[in-house]
């Protein structure tokens, strides 16, 4: 496999390199993964002289590594068996055992199987993950460590950055930021036109502030998310736009008294067409951003709430 690093690509060269990697072939760890058709695309894609990109069914994770230990960052769909092909492949290239796995928030499309490395690896995760997977009783590693608004790890001189930004992709999704590498990886947030995920669990207006703060944040050449190629910073502000459009016009026809069922005639974001399968997310999404924006307001005349 082909390394890739600042040094040899530019930023575009990257994503059109990566892009063609995603059809790139893996090993089977598990064979009935492969029975079932999972993981039939694993591949480890470096992005810079210590970050890598493993990922297989257009699910993505990272891993950090260097002289002084492995980070891995978030798991993958339980019954595709690419974390412990990862685990395998780590220890052959690297000959190293994993340190530390960052979650970056309680999905269990991120976060399976990180269990396979608490054998040598302390886990890392924002407090309020912990709840989620114990209650849930999700297929994953439970954090060591819990911290609530950011924390700095190290490996050696390498410095990997923590951020918590408040409610989001949920109420614990953290972004992990690499400096000197000026990778950021923001699993389900670096979105671009991507509209999967749903945003069932967003916090719309937290999650504007945050896309903001994002694009602005210095130091970021790529931008590493959960779904879709390797990214760069102005994703963010593509998905801002769209949020920002559907929760006004939402807003203003809740304002006027439009029902939920008059809502979804009225915001089609035709504006947005060039947003991929905006036709199978956009009723959902305005049954959500109903809700969040219901429990947001208060209308001059009474909400009747028992009938």
Known sequence: MTDITKRQLSRSGVIALWA?????VGSLADPDAGKYGWGQNRAISRITDSVYRFGSDGQYGAYIVNAHGVVVIDGH??????????????????????SYV????????????????????????????????????????????????????????????L???????????????IPTEKVLVAIDFARGKNLFPDYRDLDVHNALKALKSLSRLEDV?????????????????VYHRYLQAQR????????????????????????????????????????TMYNYLWRYREPNQPIVMFR
């Open 248 to 287: 006004d016009r939402v807003l203003n026809h809740m304002v006027e008294g439009k029902s939920l069922e008059e809502i979804k005639t009225l915001v089609t974001m035709d504006d947005f067409r060039d947003y991929p399968r905006i036709d199978e997310y956009l009723n959902s999404q305005i049954e």
């Open 77 to 98: 769909y339980c019954a595709s068996g690419t974390m412990a092909w990862l685990k395998q492949e780590i220890k052959a290239r690297h000959q190293q055992d994993v």
């Open 102 to 161: 960052i979650l970056s928030h309680d999905h269990p499309d991120h976060i399976c199987r990180t269990e396979l490395f608490e054998d040598t690896a302390t886990v890392i995760g924002h407090r309020n993950i912990r709840p989620h997977i114990l209650r849930e009783k999700r297929e994953s590693a439970v954090p060591d460590i819990v911290f609530d608004e950011q924390m700095d790890l190290y490996l050696g001189d390498l410095k990997i950055n």
């Open 20 to 24: 063609l990697m995603l059809f790139s």
């Open 163 to 177: 951020m918590f930004l408040g409610p989001t992709h949920s109420d614990n999704l953290i972004q992990v930021h």
């Open 221 to 237: 050449e790529f931008v590493l998310g959960g779904h879709g190629p390797v990214k760069t910073q102005d994703n963010f502000m």
